[in-house]
């Protein structure tokens, strides 16, 4: 009883808890779904954090809320910024006050960058004040660091082999050396400065793995010990030297000043100096490195102002506008600080017009703005004429106002001008004295690269705009192809209904009926060798029971511009010879081998009836096995229906069927091809072998990107061709055949295009297609005829009607049921499996809707999101057969018909159609006249798709009620 209670009380505090979670979300911005206890911490990749942001910028605008799982409101535009930091300054003057903000402090609430309240405004001004005497009364500032760039200098002299120089340790030091003489008074050698390279080495450690502690103990050692050192001597009544003399000076009269602040204000300057401007000059020698043009135009500019011998100082700068402008566009370029420091609200307030509570965590990225800001067109080039007018003289007032490196307001780095002053110099320094060179190789391969991305870019032109690819992956790393349909859908909104995706090879997706009809029908539909015969007569696929004149229809139709396949890996996996079979194939032996294979399946369900037969048998055979289950509230229907509709499939193929109590060799391909089609759409190396197809015959990668498919075939492929032999055993070709392997040889022995290769492959693309896809559509069936009682005894009642009780479905009952009709309609679109096509290539420069894609080019026409979004369909996710019947209940709506296209459309639309809609009707039919489908009790049907290259829907048990006739 004890452990009851227990239970129920913790179960009932969480239950709470979430709720009142949840509740609490609704106070702060929109932005991704936090979860219980852990917000947003296991959904975000925090080593590309500032990648997250600018993607849930995209996604939720300039303010949203992330949670760590504290929430913490992001703010990623400059006017949201500037208004609450500038603006509204004292609103957003707080800190976090909690770890791991704490980590670097001496002294509760102490020092400048972390502190808050009093406390900081008397450490900041107390700091400032001391920075501004140093660099404006003595000038002491800019003396050190002038001398600490002649140190630099004659660092670099002494090195002997200059090929090969590596620029970490002597900026560290040239930086190192000028925080150390501000703060403590004293200066390393560049050959014994361990001590030094330690300190920054364990800082970089610490700011990696925050958890370890042992890090800011040996820092916060070293900085005691220089405290210590500085005053060792010292006496108040002398002239300070450095910050830590004058601040000691300083606490003799000003309360608020004490040790334990000096200790925390070194460490806020030896933190935020150390790291910062080090790394701004080490990405300043790879940018121009790679830019030896802007090096040229700086050291041209040095020259002339500053002379070849003389030093810089702040005087020159206003005569060296280039020269600054590249010194700004290196800040907003390398913008180091993927995320800012912590700011907290000390009141309710907002940012425009969007309510942020007392107490909220802020953070004002800065670095979206510098990489992002529609003023930074272009922001991932390196460009320093976009902070210069044309005249290339004066700023450019707008872009300078949007640089921020230093963030704003009153909380923006106390050591700002240091800072500049040290950029200023290094960077005039080094290029006075230096050019600079990657070595010859990288040279090279950079090169290489660069000619390489500038082709990609520029053949980008060719396509249709879409999103934003990158070079080598396109748009692999940015799309989920887990949910490819939704991506399909918001890049329709974005770029509309035709647009170009990277996989890395260009694809262009077309999402609206109008485009892939002119794609796939008007520009695709017939084969420009029909026209070579002008007695030839064509039956079009909408008119149905209507011949034309080939004569005539030259002129109406343009001829088989999409009619292509990509005739490349992964495509290529399940033909047994190349370019075999009917799905993947492509010119004359794609027209041979479906137009063999249509008229074989034409015969057996026009002329013998033997296809609707065979789908009579099967339904009969899956009632019996429905009857021998005992316990029907419990039933889960996915066996079944697989032995159901594969039945249909082998007995067409192959003459024979499975028992359902023995029907493991079956299910087991079913499985593997479940898997393999699962495992193939979650590796982005296959599509990478697409474009670079070499990467397949590389040890381990050439497995993982396509030789342990060719494996995982292997045993698919064994069963279809144990299953022909099976056929072929004791067939002679005068016999009459009795599936389509039979009535394929048969054809074999009079036509010199069909062969035993393309027979296999005939097999396998019918029964990779037919397998999966009506099984998963009737599977939909049953759980939407489960959530819908409703339609389910519409469609019953005009079964009893029509069909009878006791009566068989067949193709002439269907034309006297059309809410029947309407129904199986409607499911194909509402199920909807296919979240992306097959591929097809176009053959010839072409264009859809005056929008222009050249020859070669692989094209998807998305049939999902016509189903799915066309606004033929309103409110698509609702599952409504009425959508297919006018206003009577009895006539079709043709604008809808016309629009479904489950078998995608043209020429290459899927050639098993008609026995898929057989298969539908009778396997509705059958199974509505014989039971009532409802959710096993106490469950309630869950409609969420599983993604394993087609839509399947989760396993989950139904209730099956007879109908008592």
């Known amino acids: 009883m004890f452990f009851l209670s227990v239970l129920l009380f913790l179960t009932t505090a969480l239950a709470v808890y979430i709720w009142r979670f949840y509740e609490s979300t609704k106070r702060y911005p929109k932005g991704p779904r936090p979860y219980p206890f852990v917000g947003n911490l296991f959904t975000m990749n925090f080593l590309k954090i500032h990648e997250e942001i600018a993607k849930f910028s995209k996604e939720y605008g300039n303010i949203f809320t992330i949670y760590l799982p504290k929430p913490h409101v992001v703010i990623t535009d400059f006017d949201g910024v500037n208004e609450a930091f500038v603006k509204k300054g004292d609103d957003f003057i707080g800190r976090s006050g909690i770890f791991p903000d704490t980590i670097f402090q001496n002294v509760e609430n102490g020092g400048v960058i972390f502190s808050q309240g009093e406390n900081w405004r008397e450490q900041r001004r107390a700091a400032l004040h001391i920075l501004r005497d140093f660099g404006m009364g003595k000038n002491l500032m800019e003396e050190q660091v002038l001398v600490s760039a002649q140190d630099f200098l004659a660092h670099l002299a002494s090195i002997k082999n200059k090929d090969e120089v590596f620029l970490r340790t002597p900026l560290q030091v040239f930086i190192g050396n000028i925080i150390n003489e501000t703060l403590f008074g004293f200066r390393y050698d560049y050959d014994n400065c361990s001590r030094m390279m330690n300190a920054a080495d364990e800082l970089n450690v610490l700011t990696e793995a925050t958890n370890n502690d042992r890090p800011y103990l040996q820092l916060r050692r070293t900085i005691k010990e220089d405290v210590a050192r500085a005053l060792e001597s010292y006496s108040v009544d002398q002239e300070p030297e450095c910050l830590v003399q004058a601040y000691y000076q300083k606490m003799q009269n000003n309360p608020n000043l004490n040790y334990e602040n000096l200790l925390n204000v070194c460490m806020d300057f030896y933190l935020a100096g150390m790291e910062t401007t080090t790394t701004t000059l080490r990405w300043a020698s790879l940018l121009f490195a790679s830019y030896p043009d802007v090096q040229e135009k700086i050291r041209e500019e040095i020259l002339r102002v500053v ?34 420091v912590v700011h907290r609200t000390v009141r309710d307030t907002s940012v425009k017009g969007v309510e942020i509570p007392a107490d909220t965590h802020v953070l004002g990225e800065i670095h979206q703005i510098m990489a992002h800001s529609p003023v930074f067109k272009d922001g991932h080039e390196f460009r320093p004429e976009r902070f210069l007018m044309e ?47 990657f070595l010859s190789v990288l040279l090279f391969l950079t090169t290489a690269l660069a000619i390489y991305i500038w082709r990609f870019y520029e053949n980008t032109k060719r396509y249709p705009k879409g999103p934003r690819p990158y070079p080598f992956v396109g748009n692999l790393l940015t799309l989920d192809f887990f949910k490819i349909h939704e991506e399909f859908a918001k890049l329709t909104k974005e770029y509309g209904s035709i647009f170009t995706i990277y996989m890395p090879k260009p694809h262009v997706v077309i999402t609206d009926f109008d485009g892939v009809n002119e794609a796939f029908v008007k520009k695709g539909e017939f084969s420009i060798d029909c026209f070579s015969n002008p007695s030839l007569e064509l039956r079009t696929s909408v008119h149905q029971d209507k011949y034309w004149p080939a004569s005539i229809l030259e002129f109406i139709f343009t001829g088989d511009d999409f009619i292509g396949r990509s005739g490349i890996f992964p495509d290529t996996l399940f033909q047994n010879v190349e370019n075999g079979g009917v799905i993947f194939s492509q ?19 026009m002329g013998k009836n033997l ?72 590796n982005p190396l296959i599509f990478v072998g697409q474009l670079f197809p070499i990467i397949h015959r590389l040890p381990v990668i050439g497995h993982m990107s396509k030789g342990r498919y060719v494996d995982m075939t292997a045993g698919l492929r064994r069963t279809i061709r144990e299953d022909v032999t099976r056929a072929l055993e004791s067939y002679t070709p005068d016999q009459e055949p009795e599936c389509l392997v039979q009535a394929y040889y048969q054809k074999m022995q009079s ?22 896809t009506t099984t998963t559509t009737l599977r939909w069936a049953s759980l939407f005829f489960a959530t819908h ?37 409607e499911l194909q679109r509402r199920a909807n499996i296919l979240p992306m096509n097959v591929v097809h290539r176009t053959v010839r420069d072409t264009s859809v809707k005056g929008v222009k894609i050249p020859a070669d080019t692989h094209v998807l026409g998305e049939i999902h999101q016509i189903m799915a979004h066309s606004p033929v369909f309103k409110d698509g996710h609702e599952f409504r057969p009425e959508r297919f019947l006018m206003e009577d209940g009895i006539t079709p709506n043709k604008e809808a018909v016309d629009h479904l296209c489950p078998f995608s459309m043209g020429k290459r639309q899927c050639a098993g159609e008609a026995l898929a809609r057989v298969e539908l009707f009778v396997g509705v039919v059958t199974l509505l006249q014989n039971y009532r489908i409802e959710p096993a009790k106490g469950r309630k049907v869950d409609l969420e798709p599983i993604f394993a290259g087609i839509l399947l829907p989760k396993r989950q048990p139904l209730r099956l009620i007879p109908i008592v006739q």
Request: charge should be negative.
């Open 391 to 437: 005249d290339g003289i004066t700023p450019n007032k707008e872009a300078v106002d949007l640089l921020c490196p230093f963030s704003m307001g009153k909380r923006q780095c106390a050591g700002e001008a240091l800072a500049r002053v040290e950029l200023f110099v290094g960077v005039v320094t080094l290029l006075q004295n230096y050019r600079m060179f």
């Open 789 to 825: 009682p409703e339609v389910q005894e519409k469609i019953r009642e005009e079964i009893l009607r029509i069909v009878g009780p006791e009566g068989k479905p067949t193709s002439s009952d269907r034309s006297k049921m059309p809410y029947t009709n309407a129904a199986i309609q």
């Open 751 to 772: 036509n010199s295009h069909l062969n035993y290769e393309n027979l296999l492959n005939v097999c396998m693309d019918f029964y990779t297609a037919g397998m999966e």
């Open 587 to 605: 010119g004359e032996n794609w027209r041979e081998q479906r137009r063999a294979s249509l008229h074989i399946l034409r015969d057996f369900g």
């Open 611 to 682: 296809m609707e037969e065979q789908v009579l048998l099967s339904a009969q055979d899956f009632l019996a096995h429905l009857a021998s289950i005992k316990n029907k509230d419990e039933i889960c229907l996915r066996e079944p229906i697989q032995v159901f509709i594969a039945n249909i499939i082998n007995k067409t193929l192959y003459g024979f069927s499975y028992e359902y109590d023995n029907c493991g060799r079956l299910m087991k391909a079913a499985d593997e091809l479940n898997v393999l089609i699962e495992s193939m759409r979650s």
């Open 307 to 340: 002379g070849p011998e003389g030093k810089p100082t702040s005087s020159h700068r206003p005569k060296m506008p280039y020269t600054n402008a590249a010194i700004q566009e290196l800040q907003r370029r390398a913008n180091i600080l993927p995320l800012n």
